[in-house]
């Protein structure tokens, strides 16, 4: 058993619980038991007390003797408890008096020094019974002190060693250890079987989430189960988990799909003319069209790939705020630039617009800004100009790029999803490769940016990536 | 043998129709888009259609449900770049006849497509002998015993269609359907040619009336009787 078990835990847990009760109740019922058992000693030496008092009548000579003869009497007769071994200690004397009326005859001369010590204490006391417990060799000896009430300034004190109790409370203390010892061990063993049958419902969810792999991830593995209620948190939680992953995994698995299907036809499409190229004899005009032909699909792959490894890249790197101030005016005019260079047209405009500064990548700004304007030439209307302009309050900068064409409603969610195209058919001449608004919307994340498209029949659609300062 | 190519990319297309024609000597059709590619596949006796999975408008599978679901048995080859396991098995349980992934070899392509064909006129061996008149449908080469006959790449096409269905009389209007693509401009008389400089080709070396003329009903090879 490791030490993190739930197992061993809770065993170790129910014992130190078992632990602790069996120790109060063994305190309590010693407390009370040598209570019980003082109260009736201290009847005896009470009774004793009142016997010697019974003795005072006698005349003075006599009385010490007398009172020794009684004490002895009374050991053996009347109180069988008190065995011989145990002396019965007494001192009887009066008040201003040097000399004792009685004292107990002992071998040992230090009790009876220690019974003269005794006086003054008593006599200061007004109570009739004045009991205390002191400490005697290696005993603990009980007194009860009694002012004798017939006569005023007779003092009686009677003691008697407290070796039965202690003897008595021992055995009690030893029974009691030996049964709560075997107690814990019964316990320790009981809950070591009891435990496991009840953590069995854990050890049916691991089977069941044992089960769970790569291709096998929906929730419904865990549904069936009877899970008790501390462990539905638990469960909820990795059900959650796995239907995230399982989200995830299925986007994976589509985006490797639809990445290879991209990859795929160009690859297609370039093997099939060099080989319709190869297989019979050619003119060198048609070679060279199979090869020029071949070469365009060849660059369409490296672009596709290009943006494919952009994308994975943006995937893996981690979301960290960046501390660059970049110029937005300066990165829209490069980009509207390069755009308008290349396509060798002036489509591209920007409106006037205030300096605006925001804290970002200047490389992925400029990837985010290109693509958004390459899609609006690519599938907006030919010829058609494509405005930039910006907007700047407070909280937030946007950055508009407006042309003058139309998307229906229902494609405006999904055109920032990978691969997705509007018109298939046409993109595939337009050489888009449908992964251009997703690297956008994937530099917008990580700018804390949002991308929105709006589109309205005749005004035109709307591109708006929206930073919030 | 006429052929439909329902491909989106229009080069891939382009090009597997210039290999099905030069090589094979089929007639064919291309369609760039899936709803008009359905609308050919559906209304022309073609007896193969090659079809890509993602298509605009309609997708091949949308295709080849309506095709088999007008109990055609049309050979169907699907030519996509959908290459899992579940994609195969789904693609054949719907009813195609094979599947072949992009990229793919052309002449491999192009052996499929004749093993279809001859499949689907129920003669899988690619040498096809009537008694003297042997017609290897691989090298497009015609014997009569051990002479060859030089034929051109229409009357060939004719006698080999003609060939796949011995002893039927065949319509002028279903030889004209299958040995003629789409856009061809056919002229009233082109068969009976076509027909005639045959006949005239094998009587170089033989008397034998090769292909009959039934009046008003249309054309037929027929086997020796001994043979049969």
């Known amino acids: 058993m490791k030490f993190n078990s739930l197992h061993l835990r809770i065993t170790v847990s129910v014992t130190i619980i078992q632990l602790l009760a069996i120790a109060i109740f063994l305190f309590g019922s010693l407390k009370e038991c040598k209570e019980v058992l003082l109260d009736s000693q201290d009847q005896i030496i009470s009774g004793i007390a009142q016997d010697i008092q019974n003795l005072l009548d006698l005349p003075k000579n006599q009385l010490n003797d007398a009172i020794n003869r009684m004490v002895k009497d009374s050991t053996v007769n009347r109180y069988e408890q008190v065995s011989s071994k145990k002396p019965i200690l007494f001192i009887v004397w009066q008040d201003n008096q040097k000399d004792n009326i009685a004292i107990s005859q002992t071998d040992n001369q230090t009790f009876n020094y220690w019974l003269d010590q005794f006086k003054l204490p008593a006599k200061k006391t007004k109570k009739q019974h004045y009991e205390t417990t002191l400490k005697q060799d290696d005993y603990v000896y009980r007194f009860t002190c009694y002012a004798s009430t017939t006569l005023p300034d007779v003092n009686i004190v009677v003691g008697i060693n407290n070796r039965d109790v202690e003897h008595e409370t021992g055995e009690i203390i030893n029974f009691m250890l030996i049964l709560g010892t075997i107690m814990i061990g019964i316990t320790f063993v009981v809950t070591g079987v009891i435990v496991p049958r009840l953590l069995t419902p854990i050890d049916t969810t691991s089977q069941a989430l044992k089960k769970v792999s790569l291709n096998n991830m929906s929730a419904d593995l865990l549904k069936e189960m009877q899970i008790p209620t501390e462990l539905h948190v638990f469960v909820d939680s990795v059900k959650n988990m796995l239907s995230r992953l399982d989200r995830a995994i299925i986007q994976q698995k589509q985006f490797s799909a639809d990445a290879s299907h991209e990859l795929r036809t160009p690859l297609a499409v370039a093997k099939s003319t060099l080989q319709t190229a190869q297989i019979r004899e050619r003119t060198n005009q048609e070679y060279q069209a199979a090869i020029a032909e071949s070469l365009e699909d060849i660059s369409r792959m490296e672009k596709l790939i290009e943006q494919l490894m952009a994308l994975a890249h943006l995937d893996n790197i981690e979301i960290k705020t960046a501390t660059t101030e970049i110029k937005l005016n300066a990165i829209l005019s490069q980009v509207a630039q390069q755009i308008n260079n290349c396509h060798n047209t002036d489509q591209v405009k920007i409106n006037d617009m205030p300096d605006i500064s925001l804290r970002g990548y200047e490389d992925e700004l400029y990837r985010m800004f290109y693509n958004i304007i390459d899609n609006a030439l690519l599938y907006g209307p030919e010829g058609h100009p494509v405005t930039i302009s910006t907007k700047k309050t407070d909280k937030q900068t946007a950055v508009i790029f407006h042309d003058s064409g139309y998307i229906s409603a229902e494609y405006l969610d999904h055109l920032c999803e990978r691969f997705y195209r509007v018109d298939k058919a046409r993109s595939r001449n337009t050489g888009g490769s449908g992964l251009g608004l997703a690297i956008a919307q994937k530099i917008a994340e990580r700018h804390n940016a949002h991308i929105e498209i709006t589109s309205i029949p005749d005004t035109g659609t709307d591109v708006t990536v929206t930073f919030s300062c | ?228």
């Open chain 2, 1 to 228: 043998m006429r052929v439909l190519i329902v491909e989106d990319e229009i080069k891939l297309a382009r090009n597997i129709a210039k290999v099905l024609t030069e090589e094979a000597g089929y007639a064919v059709d291309v369609s760039n888009d899936g709803t008009e590619g359905k609308f050919l596949a559906t209304s022309n006796p073609y007896d193969l259609l090659i079809l890509d999975i993602m298509l605009p408008g309609c997708d091949g599978l949308e295709i080849l449900k309506s095709v088999r679901n007008l109990k055609k048995t049309t050979a169907i080859l699907l030519l996509t770049a959908r290459d899992s396991r579940d994609d195969i098995v789904n693609g054949l349980d719907l009813g195609c006849d094979d599947y072949l992934t992009k990229p793919f070899d052309m002449l491999e392509l192009l052996a499929r497509c004749r093993a279809l064909i001859r499949r689907s006129y129920a003669q899988p061996y690619p040498l096809i002998n009537m008694g003297d008149i042997c017609i290897d449908t691989n090298k497009q080469q015609v014997k009569f015993q051990n002479h060859l006959i030089d034929l051109s790449a229409m009357e060939y096409r004719l006698l080999e269609y003609l060939a796949h269905k011995p002893n039927q009389i065949i319509s002028k209007s279903e030889i004209e359907e299958h040995l003629y693509d789409f856009g061809a401009e056919i002229f009233s008389n082109v068969v009976e040619v076509y027909v005639s400089t045959i006949r005239k080709k094998f009587n170089a070396v033989t008397d034998l009336k090769i292909i009959k003329t039934m009046r008003n009903r249309g054309y037929m090879l027929e086997l020796y009787q001994d043979e049969i």
